[in-house]
């Protein structure tokens, strides 16, 4: 080769990596400017996403507040924010790099996120809004005291498509990268996870109103109901002892009562009614289906519901379309949006005073054993309910607040409802205020008190349970800590409130109390022992809904505590513990101690 031709070698040699060279700086630029777009985009979106997140909270008091011209406003600046975020991450530079096989997964979790928000403000919230102004309880109540019931049944359509709208965006978030190499988007994922699950919350409840608040209330003929109250200071699986009832009568949206009536109507009313052999060995011999008062001694509310409905059918002939439980907790949160009821005697049931007075006061006013006090008991206590129904009844002021009570109560298990159409029933099913004991495989935390003594103590009874679950394999050791309190007074109670009716070979003083305490535990569980205050104890064994059930029965003294503990082995389950919540006068206390298990 000529000294020419190297020269000419080593020049091209050298263009070409200049040429290269140049490429390399070049694409370094592009990648730099491309990383420094995809910086500025993403902390612009984050801004817009939380300003969308702020308007979120903003929204929902507006809605509950009735101010649907600021809701609408502010729904309309929350979609303008969530469809800018959308924006500034779509284009090819954010589809490049969310695309990247490595490394590219918190870009695609942003995309994800953005372009779901997006939806959500474009297609659901304004729904929410349409749907919360139709519904507003301040204008869906007609002058004549009748709701509206063409108004409810009209928001169906819409909340059909937000729900699916939602649906698909609660879908692909969840599908999302969930743990990527950057935090904060691993948190901004869960966070519009979780303020998603609060939209569907409430369109779940405003699409159930929609379909069965029509039909119970009336809207093709005539629907009749079961009201029956319940009193805790006699404490019944489903709450307390079922005394004073009426039959509510709905029609086209108008509700009527009828005069209440005494537990005695139905005292010893025999129903027709069958639920099954684990019914049969957990209740047999205790008058369920044979005695009102103890219908509801199991927590699952539709038993107490049939056996009231049969009873009422073949005492009257009448056929109910549903029953209603309702308890003086529950009649105190309505009474602090209607305000006081006057009794026939010109005194006054209030918020404050509802639970004393009934399960109480009563007791101590006309407290001996006498016929004439039981007569004078009785028509107190049906006094207090009569005033309190037409009060709530009457009520035109605060609609959104009765709501609001209603809804306490329901969430308290002091509200229930079943309905003799299974569709409907259906659909009640999937709310608390249906009162039933599902049957799921996840873990289950269950206790139940039945006053054995016949008396009225348990408007003194404290309640505590601590479920201590170890290990992560399946079955594995879980350890339940039961603790009840008898807090009744040493002195000034009447013989009403501590007359014991149950057959004991032991002696008992005055306001001694006797209970059976059951404890519905995770499908599939076994005991492996129990003691009671810290001996070798004994509980019978039986099954509801699939749940094995351990009962204990326990003399329970006046001013001690007896602790029950049982050792089970159970299955993992899946998810949470799911919490039975007795609602007695006194609130259960429940700690729940859960392995660690990645």
């Not at 309640?463 to 002195?491: E, K, Q």
């Amino acid at each position: 080769m000529t000294d020419q031709s190297r020269t000419s070698d080593s020049a091209r040699t050298l263009r070409r990596r200049r040429r290269i060279g140049i490429a390399m700086i070049v694409a370094s630029g592009v990648l730099l400017l491309a990383g420094v777009w995809l910086a500025v985009t993403a902390l612009m979106a984050r801004n817009q996403l939380n300003q969308a997140r702020t308007e979120v909270s903003t929204l929902r008091a507006e809605i509950l507040a009735s101010h649907w011209t600021a809701a609408r406003a502010t729904a309309a600046d929350l979609a303008n924010h969530a469809h800018r975020a959308n924006q500034l991450t779509s284009g090819p530079v954010w589809a490049a790099a969310a695309g990247l096989p490595s490394g590219g997964e918190p870009l695609r979790t942003i995309r994800g996120i953005t372009a779901s928000v997006d939806s959500l403000g474009r297609d659901v919230l304004p729904q929410l809004v349409r749907v919360g102004e139709r519904l507003d309880p301040g204008t869906l109540r007609r002058p004549d005291g009748s709701i509206d019931l063409p108004r409810i049944a009209a928001v169906g359509p819409g909340l059909e498509k937000a729900s699916t709208t939602l649906a698909t965006a609660t879908n692909t978030i969840s599908d999302l990268p969930a743990h990527t190499w950057l935090g904060s988007i691993d948190t901004a994922r869960v966070d519009v996870l979780n303020q998603i699950i609060e939209i569907d919350g409430a369109l779940k409840s405003a699409d159930l109103a929609a379909r069965i608040l029509p039909t119970m209330l009336g809207q093709d003929g005539p629907k009749r109901y079961l009201l029956a109250f319940q009193n805790e200071a006699e404490a019944r699986g489903t709450g307390g002892l079922p005394g004073a009832f009426a039959i509510v009568e709905a029609n086209h949206g108008k509700l009527k009562f009828t005069p209440l009536e005494g537990d005695v109507t139905l005292g010893a009313v025999a129903a027709a009614v069958e639920f099954g052999p684990d019914y049969h060995q957990l209740y047999d011999g205790a008058g369920t289906t044979t005695l009102y008062g103890n219908g509801n001694l199991s927590p699952h509310f539709p038993y107490a519901a049939q056996i009231w409905a049969s009873m009422w059918r073949r005492y009257s002939s009448e056929r109910v379309d549903g029953v209603i439980a309702v308890d003086p907790r529950a009649l105190s949160y309505l009474l602090a949006a209607t305000g006081p009821a006057t009794l026939p005697d010109k005194s006054q049931v209030s918020a404050a005073n509802a639970v004393a007075l009934t399960e109480s006061t009563a007791y101590a006013k006309f407290g001996d054993l006498s016929f004439a006090a039981t007569t004078q008991r009785r028509d107190y206590l049906l006094g207090i309910a009569s005033a309190v129904s037409k009060k709530i009844l009457d009520a035109r002021g605060a609609p959104a607040a009765l709501l609001r009570a209603l809804g306490q109560a329901a969430d308290e298990r002091r509200l229930l409802v079943w309905s003799a159409d299974p569709v409907v029933q259906a659909d009640l099913a999937q709310t608390v205020m249906a009162g039933i004991i599902p049957t799921t495989t996840a873990p289950y935390v269950g206790l139940s008190i039945v006053n054995d003594g016949g008396n009225k103590l348990d408007y003194y009874l404290d309640r505590s349970l601590t479920w201590h679950a170890t290990g992560c394999g399946s079955p594995r050791p879980t350890t339940v800590t039961i603790t009840l309190t008898n807090n009744a007074p040493a002195s000034g109670l009447s013989d009403y409130v501590t007359y014991r009716s149950d057959i004991h070979s032991y002696p008992v003083k005055p306001g001694d109390n006797r209970l059976e305490v059951s404890y519905l535990a995770t499908q599939g569980a076994l005991m492996e022992a129990v003691t009671v205050a810290g001996k070798p104890g004994t509980a019978s064994i039986g099954a509801e809904h699939g749940h094995p059930v351990y009962t204990v029965d326990l003399e329970l003294p006046r001013g001690t505590s007896r602790t029950i503990v049982l050792h089970l082995s159970e299955p993992a389950g899946v998810g949470t513990p799911i919490v039975l919540r007795q609602p007695l006068v006194r609130p259960l206390h429940v700690r729940l101690e859960d392995a660690a298990c990645g």
